[in-house]
């Protein structure tokens, strides 16, 4: 007996979209081939659900009842005092910047100075036209259903490379604008890669300008590749209070000896969902991952994270805070993989959510997968509400109970900001997360 699996109208909708704009998006060839293979695959695997393990929390089919149209071309001029607007605290940091705008590559808003030499930066949309045999392999067939359907809609984003040995000296902002005044549904696909013995700090920046709308969907990977003995650090800053949708993967794998930090910081999306994978490929690396998720209302933050240990003498540690008022419900789910061969493997994880809110919610599923006998490996989780005592001792000194509760919550998350390495882009990620921690 035949059995046909009743689709959702989202991804009826998804598939018709595809069919739709598959001969306007860049590339033929293998480029389309690919595309279509993606398609197929998303199309009988779905939208991710509860039944599915790792998606149990955040329920896509459930959530994603409508998908808006796949974002055109802007047709606002974006200035760049409009974007510095935009950016806040991060305008004043001094880095080269690549810009995109709903998803697309912006010539004209980016700036890489004529002396970053040791970097090599490429528009995916244009080397997708040119289509060159190397690039196929940099789109992994792994994923699921979301970076299935990424690979099917990217239409743009950034391929960047850092040369062997070298260090730009600065950090590199990727900033992601958007600017479309009707929901879009945009795709964007970054490949990173640091080569043996060089050095990145990569600081990607999820900006919203005024007038842009809501309830857009965004579905971003990006894969980064660090080199025998690299150095790269990665911080994400998403703060969008326009209902939106944010989709993101990271991969990341780890050559002999490097060291990859990285930091995030979701603020109030109506839904996000941050997919890390960290491969060690390599003997002697290391990684420090850090991050916060703030969420109010009825935002939904998820953050689930795979550390694989394939090979011996590596280290891991990760550290996750979440503040959670009014009804907001955050998700940790971290598991750590030690491979049989991988003796040696220290590794450490640890979440903690704040409650500001009886009616808030904090779902956290650490994980320890363990095939090797010579290892040091530990998790933990807590969920804790504001200390009353470190409350009266503040009001006892005469901090009013507003301030004191700010005071308290920034104290909180500040422990997962201080391991941003980059003063500057510590002290821009610090003026946000205050930012909104003040704001009723």
């Given at each position: 007996?035949?059995?046909t699996?009743?689709?959702?109208?989202?991804?009826?909708?998804?598939?018709?979209?595809f069919?739709?704009?598959?001969?306007?998006?860049?590339?033929?060839?293998?480029?389309?081939?690919?595309?279509?293979?993606?398609?197929?695959?998303?199309a009988?695997?779905?939208?991710?659900?509860?039944?599915?393990?790792?998606?149990?929390?955040?329920?896509?089919?459930?959530?994603?009842r409508?998908v808006?149209?796949?974002?055109?071309?802007?047709?606002?001029?974006?200035?760049?005092?409009?974007?510095?607007?935009?950016?806040?605290?991060?305008?004043?940091?001094?880095?080269?910047?690549?810009?995109?705008?709903?998803?697309?590559?912006?010539?004209d808003?980016?700036?890489?100075?004529?002396?970053a030499?040791?970097?090599?930066?490429m528009?995916?949309?244009?080397?997708?036209?040119?289509?060159?045999?190397w690039?196929?392999?940099?789109?992994?067939?792994?994923?699921?259903?979301?970076?299935?359907?990424n690979?099917?809609?990217?239409s743009?984003?950034?391929?960047?490379k850092?040369?062997?040995?070298?260090?730009?000296?600065?950090?590199?902002?990727?900033?992601?604008?958007?600017?479309?005044?009707?929901?879009?549904?945009?795709?964007?696909r970054?490949?990173?890669?640091v080569?043996?013995g060089?050095?990145?700090?990569?600081?990607?920046?999820?900006?919203?300008?005024?007038g842009a709308a809501?309830?857009?969907?965004?579905?971003?990977?990006?894969?980064?590749?660090?080199?025998?003995?690299?150095?790269?650090?990665?911080?994400k800053?998403?703060?969008?209070?326009?209902?939106?949708t944010h989709?993101?993967t990271?991969?990341?794998?780890?050559?002999?000896?490097?060291?990859?930090?990285?930091?995030?910081?979701?603020?109030?999306?109506?839904?996000?969902?941050?997919?890390?994978?960290?491969?060690?490929?390599?003997?002697?690396?290391?990684?420090?991952?850090?991050g916060?998720?703030?969420?109010?209302?009825?935002?939904?933050?998820?953050?689930?994270?795979?550390?694989?240990?394939?090979?011996?003498h590596?280290?891991s540690r990760?550290?996750?805070?979440?503040?959670?008022d009014?009804?907001?419900?955050?998700?940790?789910?971290?598991?750590?993989?030690?491979r049989?061969d991988?003796?040696?493997?220290?590794?450490?994880?640890?979440?903690?959510?704040l409650?500001?809110?009886p009616?808030?919610?904090?779902?956290?599923k650490?994980?320890l997968e363990?095939?090797?006998?010579?290892?040091v490996?530990?998790?933990?989780?807590?969920?804790?509400?504001i200390?009353?005592d470190l409350?009266?001792?503040c009001?006892s000194?005469g901090?009013?109970?507003?301030?004191?509760?700010a005071?308290?919550?920034?104290?909180?998350?500040?422990?997962?900001?201080e391991?941003i390495?980059n003063?500057?882009?510590?002290?821009?990620?610090?003026?946000?997360?205050?930012?909104?921690?003040?704001?009723?």
């Open positions: 007996m035949n059995v699996t009743l689709k959702t109208k989202a991804e009826s909708q998804l598939r018709e979209q069919d739709a704009a598959a001969s306007n998006l860049p590339g033929t060839g293998w480029v389309s081939a690919l595309r279509a293979r993606a398609m197929d695959a998303f009988a695997e779905g939208l991710p659900h509860r039944r599915v393990e790792e998606w149990k929390y955040t329920d896509l089919r459930e959530r994603l409508d808006p149209a796949p974002g055109a071309a802007t047709a606002k001029a974006v200035t760049s005092t409009d974007l510095d607007r935009a950016l806040g605290p991060f305008a004043a940091i001094d880095a080269e910047r690549i810009v995109l705008v709903d998803g697309v590559y912006s010539a808003l980016s700036k890489v100075s004529a002396e030499t040791v970097i090599e930066l528009s995916l949309a244009a080397m997708l036209k040119k289509a060159p045999a690039l196929e392999g940099k789109f992994s067939s792994n994923g699921g259903a979301i970076v299935a359907l690979t099917a809609f990217m743009d984003g950034v391929l960047l850092v040369r062997k040995d070298q260090d730009p000296g600065k950090p590199v902002l990727l900033v992601h604008a958007r600017v479309a005044a009707e929901p879009t549904a945009v795709a964007v970054n490949v990173i890669s080569e043996a060089a050095k990145l700090t990569l600081v990607e920046v999820h900006v919203t300008l005024d809501r309830g857009a969907l965004s579905n971003i990977v990006t894969d980064v590749t660090i080199g025998d003995g690299a150095t790269c650090d990665h911080i800053s998403l703060a969008d209070a326009t209902a939106s989709l993101a990271w991969t990341t794998k780890l050559g002999k000896d490097a060291t990859y930090r990285g930091f995030q910081l979701t603020a109030s999306p109506a839904l996000a969902r941050n997919d890390i994978n960290i491969l060690f490929n390599g003997e002697g690396g290391k990684l420090d991952l850090s916060a998720f703030l969420a109010r209302g009825a935002e939904h933050i998820d953050t689930t994270l795979v550390v694989d240990h394939a090979v011996p590596c280290e990760e550290l996750f805070k979440g503040v959670l009014g009804r907001a419900h955050g998700i940790f789910q971290g598991k750590i993989i030690v049989p991988a003796q040696k493997t220290d590794g450490k994880q640890m979440s903690q959510a409650m500001l809110s009616d808030a919610q904090f779902s956290s650490p994980e363990i095939y090797a006998d010579d290892v490996c530990g998790h933990g989780a807590t969920c804790t509400e200390d009353a409350l009266f001792y009001r000194r901090i009013p109970p507003d301030v004191a509760r005071m308290l919550t920034e104290s909180f998350i500040g422990e997962a900001v391991k390495e003063e500057a882009v510590r002290e821009a990620i610090g003026t946000l997360a205050i930012e909104w921690l003040r704001t009723k």
